[in-house]
T-cell receptor
Framework: EPEVTQTPSHQVTQMGQEVILRCVPI?????FYWYRQILGQKVEFLVS????????KSEIFDDQFSVERPDGSNFTLKIRSTKLEDSAMYFC???????????FGQGTRLTVV | TQLLEQSPQFLSIQEGENLTVYCNSS?????LQWYRQEPGEGPVLLVT???GGEVKKLKRLTFQFGDARKDSSLHITAAQPGDTGLYLC?????????WGAGTKLIIKP
């Protein structure tokens, strides 16, 4: 069964460092998303990506964040200069089309120290 | 702003009991999905409902989408300890999913 895969499963980084979180969406999907979930809190939308560009982003997704689909299979989230409050589970998701199910990866636990 | 309210936030019941959790909004959604999430893992899709009034069953779980497509319910019959987890509803919007805060369900043996 096709699935969304994320790497790494856990990343520890020092405050101020850049991190890149990687995702491989399901191959025939067209819409890609990043969400985050701070421990014990609600899932929060970060950004959606369609047709090689950002289609929507939340207030959380500021200039420190960027996304890229460098090679047609990977979908990455970069945080340029991490802050302590960036510590969270980051989930990638993909959908075949609008109104269809979103499938989530297992997440990357980011710990900023 | 579209919001989804889930209730109850927390539910702890004995094995064998029935329960219903709710997902309500003032907004209409094109689709609504239910997910289950285990600690430290990503949400796993349980079901998608699309048509107003639609009912879907997944073993002991029954999902219903309101006629106006603004609300949904999840009913579990004869709950088992394996049903323990965080149940999330998410409404389909143009480019993203709008999430409820979840219902944390604990089934005691």
């Amino acid at each position: 069964e096709p699935e969304v895969t994320q790497t790494p499963s856990h990343q520890v980084t020092q405050m101020g460092q850049e991190v890149i979180l990687r995702c491989v969406p399901i191959s025939n999907h067209l819409y890609f998303y990043w969400y985050r979930q701070i421990l014990g809190q609600k899932v929060e939308f970060l950004v959606s990506f369609y047709n090689n560009e950002i289609s929507e982003k939340s207030e959380i997704f500021d200039d420190q964040f960027s996304v890229e689909r460098p090679d047609g299979s990977n979908f990455t989230l970069k945080i340029r200069s991490t802050k302590l409050e960036d510590s969270a589970m980051y989930f990638c998701a993909s959908r075949a089309g609008q109104g269809t199910e979103a499938f989530f990866g297992q997440g990357t636990r980011l710990t900023v120290v | 702003t579209q919001l989804l309210e889930q209730s109850p936030q927390f539910l702890s019941i004995q094995e064998g009991e029935n329960l219903t959790v709710y997902c309500n909004s003032s907004s209409v959604f094109s689709s609504l999905q239910w997910y289950r999430q285990e600690p430290g893992e990503g949400p796993v899709l349980l079901v998608t409902v699309v048509t107003g009034g639609e009912v879907k069953k997944l073993k002991r779980l029954t999902f219903q989408f309101g006629d106006a497509r603004k609300d949904s319910s999840l009913h579990i019959t004869a709950a088992q300890p394996g049903d323990t987890g965080l149940y999330l509803c998410a409404g389909g919007s143009n480019y993203q999913l709008i999430w409820g805060a979840g219902t944390k369900l604990i089934i005691k043996p």
